[in-house]
């Protein structure tokens, strides 16, 4: 069992996003070339380009572009094991940040007294 029905979420995401498109045809049409402007540089291939699209989507907290990026990553070849890989770069990332972003609030505590 799993904790969402992913293929129906991604499916309504689409469809969602397809919605979007007819109400404002350039904004998804802007998206469209900026997500697909890393991929003519040629230096990543298509797997490696959705394995950092998933990891970047959990730092993000976003569940439809971790649906739609794990299913592209999936279909691009990768392995359940590259992807945990992947997700754990994206879990140090944020525990980096929530560290490096402590020491903003240790600085604002500290701020505070001097008022």
Known sequence: MHMLDWNEYRSQILAGVGAIGKL????TRGYAALSGASAKTGHLDAKTRELIAAAVAITLRCDGCITVHTKAARDAGATVEELAEALGIGI????????????????AFAAAGEV
Request: no cysteine; glycine share 4%.
């Open 92 to 107: 140090a990332l944020n525990a980096g940040a929530a560290l490096v972003y402590s020491t903003r609030a240790m600085d």
């Open 24 to 27: 404002s045809p350039e904004t």
